[in-house]
Nanobody, 122 residues
């Protein structure tokens, strides 16, 4: 069974930075970060293929960076210039699907972490 363990969430002031991490029990083709704010649908934030190709949501482009260390089975999301709109539960996800490259769609990901809260206060 594939397990994903997220860490690094918490509270930060507006304009601040946070780096969140996710360790997966076995590497998968794609790793992604998704988030869900209260009353909203889960949305894709960033994804990265095993070969390093990334996709970033327009809402965070220029502020968030995704990276992965395949030797450590770990994916990171560096979040800068955070605003209250970034407050959400952040989920790490992994995909074994061949079609996952460049995708920020939830249905492309078949393994999910439990999620962790990121709160940005103004």
């Amino acid at each position: 069974q594939v397990r994903l363990e997220e860490s690094g969430g918490g509270s930060v002031q507006s304009g601040g930075s946070l780096r969140i991490s996710c360790v997966v029990s076995e590497n998968k083709w794609c790793m992604g970060w998704f988030r869900q704010a209260p009353g909203k649908q889960r949305e894709g934030v960033a994804s990265i293929h095993f070969n390093g190709h990334t996709a970033i949501a327009a809402s965070v482009k220029g502020r968030f960076t995704i990276s992965r260390d395949n030797n450590r089975n770990t994916v990171y999301l560096q979040m800068n210039m955070l605003t209250a709109d970034d407050t959400a539960i952040y989920y790490c996800a992994a995909s074994s699907r061949a079609t996952c490259a460049g995708s920020l769609l939830t249905d492309q990901y078949n393994y999910w972490g439990q999620g962790m809260q990121v709160t940005v206060s103004s």
